[in-house]
Protein backbone atom coordinates (compact mmCIF):
# COMPACT_ATOMS: atom_id res chain seq x y z
CA UNK A 1 0.00 0.00 0.00
CA UNK A 2 2.95 2.28 0.89
CA UNK A 3 4.67 2.12 -2.61
CA UNK A 4 1.54 2.49 -4.12
CA UNK A 5 0.58 5.54 -2.53
CA UNK A 6 3.83 6.95 -3.46
CA UNK A 7 3.95 5.96 -7.04
CA UNK A 8 0.30 7.71 -6.71
CA UNK A 9 1.82 10.92 -5.20
CA UNK A 10 5.02 10.80 -7.78
CA UNK A 11 1.93 11.00 -10.67
CA UNK A 12 0.26 13.45 -9.05
CA UNK A 13 3.81 15.95 -8.50
CA UNK A 14 4.48 15.50 -12.06
CA UNK A 15 0.83 16.11 -13.21
CA UNK A 16 1.00 19.21 -11.40
CA UNK A 17 4.43 20.25 -12.42
CA UNK A 18 3.57 19.82 -15.85
CA UNK A 19 0.41 21.86 -14.71
CA UNK A 20 2.07 24.71 -13.12
CA UNK A 21 4.94 25.03 -15.76
CA UNK A 22 2.32 25.58 -18.73
CA UNK A 23 0.47 28.42 -16.94
CA UNK A 24 4.05 30.22 -16.59
CA UNK A 25 4.40 29.94 -19.86
CA UNK A 26 1.36 31.00 -20.94
CA UNK A 27 2.20 33.91 -18.46
CA UNK A 28 5.77 34.63 -20.03
CA UNK A 29 7.58 33.84 -17.38
CA UNK A 30 11.37 33.20 -17.49
CA UNK A 31 12.81 29.88 -16.48
CA UNK A 32 13.07 30.26 -13.59
CA UNK A 33 9.73 31.82 -12.89
CA UNK A 34 8.69 28.39 -14.61
CA UNK A 35 9.99 25.96 -12.18
CA UNK A 36 9.01 28.03 -8.92
CA UNK A 37 5.53 27.94 -10.45
CA UNK A 38 5.65 24.22 -11.30
CA UNK A 39 6.88 23.70 -7.65
CA UNK A 40 4.32 25.57 -6.09
CA UNK A 41 1.59 23.85 -7.56
CA UNK A 42 2.86 20.04 -6.97
CA UNK A 43 3.66 20.71 -3.36
CA UNK A 44 1.35 23.60 -2.29
CA UNK A 45 -1.78 21.09 -1.02
CA UNK A 46 0.43 18.43 0.39
CA UNK A 47 2.62 21.04 2.39
CA UNK A 48 -0.43 22.72 3.60
CA UNK A 49 -1.67 19.29 4.35
CA UNK A 50 1.37 18.17 6.72
CA UNK A 51 1.37 21.72 8.34
CA UNK A 52 -2.31 20.54 9.26
CA UNK A 53 -0.84 17.12 10.73
CA UNK A 54 0.92 17.29 13.69
CA UNK A 55 4.42 16.26 14.15
CA UNK A 56 4.39 15.61 10.35
CA UNK A 57 7.05 17.06 8.23
CA UNK A 58 6.46 18.36 4.86
CA UNK A 59 6.95 15.80 2.16
CA UNK A 60 8.71 17.31 -0.22
CA UNK A 61 11.30 17.82 2.42
CA UNK A 62 12.50 14.28 3.27
CA UNK A 63 11.34 12.53 0.33
CA UNK A 64 13.45 14.61 -1.90
CA UNK A 65 13.06 12.40 -5.19
CA UNK A 66 9.67 14.81 -5.53
CA UNK A 67 11.81 17.78 -6.07
CA UNK A 68 13.43 16.04 -8.93
CA UNK A 69 9.99 14.75 -10.21
CA UNK A 70 9.34 18.42 -10.45
CA UNK A 71 12.26 18.95 -12.31
CA UNK A 72 11.69 16.72 -14.79
CA UNK A 73 7.95 17.52 -15.39
CA UNK A 74 9.07 21.12 -16.04
CA UNK A 75 11.62 20.03 -18.34
CA UNK A 76 9.21 17.73 -20.60
CA UNK A 77 6.44 20.79 -20.25
CA UNK A 78 9.56 23.08 -21.36
CA UNK A 79 10.56 20.65 -23.75
CA UNK A 80 7.39 19.90 -25.28
CA UNK A 81 5.72 22.83 -25.36
CA UNK A 82 4.98 23.05 -28.58
CA UNK A 83 3.72 19.95 -29.30
CA UNK A 84 1.51 20.94 -25.76
CA UNK A 85 -0.50 24.20 -28.18
CA UNK A 86 -4.01 23.59 -26.87
CA UNK A 87 -2.79 25.40 -23.56
CA UNK A 88 -5.66 25.47 -21.96
CA UNK A 89 -7.02 22.31 -22.98
CA UNK A 90 -3.79 20.67 -21.81
CA UNK A 91 -3.24 22.74 -18.59
CA UNK A 92 -6.75 21.41 -17.65
CA UNK A 93 -6.02 18.19 -18.48
CA UNK A 94 -2.89 17.58 -16.45
CA UNK A 95 -4.87 19.70 -13.70
CA UNK A 96 -7.13 17.39 -13.18
CA UNK A 97 -4.89 14.47 -13.58
CA UNK A 98 -3.20 15.95 -9.90
CA UNK A 99 -6.39 17.11 -8.78
CA UNK A 100 -7.52 13.22 -8.52
CA UNK A 101 -4.43 11.73 -7.57
CA UNK A 102 -3.69 13.83 -4.74
CA UNK A 103 -7.30 14.19 -3.50
CA UNK A 104 -6.75 10.25 -3.25
CA UNK A 105 -3.46 10.71 -1.55
CA UNK A 106 -4.21 13.17 0.66
CA UNK A 107 -7.35 10.97 2.37
CA UNK A 108 -5.20 7.90 2.88
CA UNK A 109 -2.46 9.87 4.47
CA UNK A 110 -4.98 11.26 6.90
CA UNK A 111 -6.52 7.94 7.72
CA UNK A 112 -3.14 6.46 8.50
CA UNK A 113 -3.16 9.60 11.31
CA UNK A 114 -6.26 8.01 12.74
CA UNK A 115 -8.67 11.04 11.57
CA UNK A 116 -12.39 11.09 11.08
CA UNK A 117 -13.71 10.45 7.48
CA UNK A 118 -14.99 14.02 7.21
CA UNK A 119 -11.84 15.43 8.64
CA UNK A 120 -10.01 12.89 6.10
CA UNK A 121 -12.14 14.68 3.05
CA UNK A 122 -10.64 18.03 3.66
CA UNK A 123 -7.60 16.66 4.39
CA UNK A 124 -7.84 15.40 0.58
CA UNK A 125 -9.44 18.47 -0.97
CA UNK A 126 -6.74 20.72 0.86
CA UNK A 127 -3.96 18.17 -0.84
CA UNK A 128 -6.00 18.37 -4.58
CA UNK A 129 -6.82 21.96 -4.47
CA UNK A 130 -4.48 24.17 -2.91
CA UNK A 131 -1.35 23.49 -5.27
CA UNK A 132 -3.74 25.07 -7.93
CA UNK A 133 -4.86 27.51 -5.75
CA UNK A 134 -1.23 29.07 -4.80
CA UNK A 135 -0.42 28.37 -8.44
CA UNK A 136 -3.03 30.76 -9.91
CA UNK A 137 -2.70 33.53 -7.11
CA UNK A 138 1.16 33.51 -8.11
CA UNK A 139 0.16 33.82 -11.76
CA UNK A 140 -2.30 36.87 -10.70
CA UNK A 141 -5.50 35.32 -11.71
CA UNK A 142 -8.50 34.11 -9.78
CA UNK A 143 -8.15 30.99 -8.31
CA UNK A 144 -9.84 28.48 -10.18
CA UNK A 145 -11.80 26.42 -7.11
CA UNK A 146 -13.39 30.14 -6.48
CA UNK A 147 -14.36 30.40 -10.16
CA UNK A 148 -17.89 28.83 -11.41
CA UNK A 149 -16.39 25.65 -12.43
CA UNK A 150 -16.42 22.99 -10.50
CA UNK A 151 -13.11 22.08 -8.70
CA UNK A 152 -13.13 21.10 -4.85
CA UNK A 153 -17.09 19.36 -5.09
CA UNK A 154 -15.59 16.83 -7.42
CA UNK A 155 -12.65 16.35 -5.00
CA UNK A 156 -15.41 16.08 -2.69
CA UNK A 157 -17.27 13.81 -4.51
CA UNK A 158 -13.93 11.76 -4.98
CA UNK A 159 -13.16 11.95 -1.42
CA UNK A 160 -16.61 10.20 -0.41
CA UNK A 161 -16.09 7.49 -3.07
CA UNK A 162 -12.75 6.44 -2.05
CA UNK A 163 -14.47 6.10 1.90
CA UNK A 164 -16.87 3.63 0.64
CA UNK A 165 -15.34 1.43 -1.56
CA UNK A 166 -12.67 0.98 0.94
CA UNK A 167 -15.20 0.34 3.54
CA UNK A 168 -16.97 -2.09 1.62
CA UNK A 169 -13.70 -3.85 1.21
CA UNK A 170 -12.45 -3.23 -2.63
CA UNK A 171 -9.14 -4.36 -3.72
CA UNK A 172 -6.82 -1.63 -2.54
CA UNK A 173 -6.18 -1.41 -6.84
CA UNK A 174 -9.56 -0.35 -7.33
CA UNK A 175 -9.81 1.80 -4.62
CA UNK A 176 -7.22 3.81 -5.58
CA UNK A 177 -8.27 3.87 -9.27
CA UNK A 178 -12.03 4.65 -9.54
CA UNK A 179 -11.78 7.49 -7.46
CA UNK A 180 -9.36 8.94 -8.88
CA UNK A 181 -10.62 8.46 -12.75
CA UNK A 182 -14.02 9.77 -11.35
CA UNK A 183 -12.30 13.28 -10.01
CA UNK A 184 -10.66 13.75 -14.04
CA UNK A 185 -13.47 12.24 -15.75
CA UNK A 186 -15.89 15.06 -13.89
CA UNK A 187 -13.82 17.64 -13.96
CA UNK A 188 -13.29 17.61 -17.69
CA UNK A 189 -17.18 16.65 -17.59
CA UNK A 190 -17.59 20.00 -15.99
CA UNK A 191 -15.27 22.15 -17.82
CA UNK A 192 -16.74 20.94 -21.48
CA UNK A 193 -19.95 21.16 -20.48
CA UNK A 194 -19.73 24.05 -18.12
CA UNK A 195 -21.20 23.24 -15.11
CA UNK A 196 -21.45 24.79 -12.17
CA UNK A 197 -22.64 26.09 -8.72
CA UNK A 198 -25.22 28.72 -8.57
CA UNK A 199 -24.06 32.01 -8.25
CA UNK A 200 -24.77 34.26 -4.97
CA UNK A 201 -25.75 37.67 -6.83
CA UNK A 202 -26.10 40.61 -4.45
CA UNK A 203 -27.98 42.87 -7.11
CA UNK A 204 -30.44 41.49 -9.56
CA UNK A 205 -29.35 43.91 -12.32
CA UNK A 206 -25.75 43.44 -11.31
CA UNK A 207 -23.64 41.21 -14.18
CA UNK A 208 -22.83 37.92 -12.81
CA UNK A 209 -19.24 37.63 -14.90
CA UNK A 210 -18.22 40.64 -12.65
CA UNK A 211 -18.95 39.07 -9.82
Known amino acids: METLLQYINIAGTFAFAISGS ?8 DPFGILILAFVTSVGGGTIRDMLIEKRTAFWLVELEYLYVIVAGTIFAILFRKKLSYLRKTIMLFDSAGLGLFTIAGVEIAL ?8 C ?10 GGVIRDIFANEVPVIFRKEIYATVTVLG ?35 KWSLPLIIVNENEDPERL
Open 22 to 29: LTAMKKKL
Open 159 to 193: GICYLLLRKMGFDFILVQLIPVLMIIVLRILAVYY
Open 121 to 130: IILGTITGSF
Open 112 to 119: QHGFSSVS
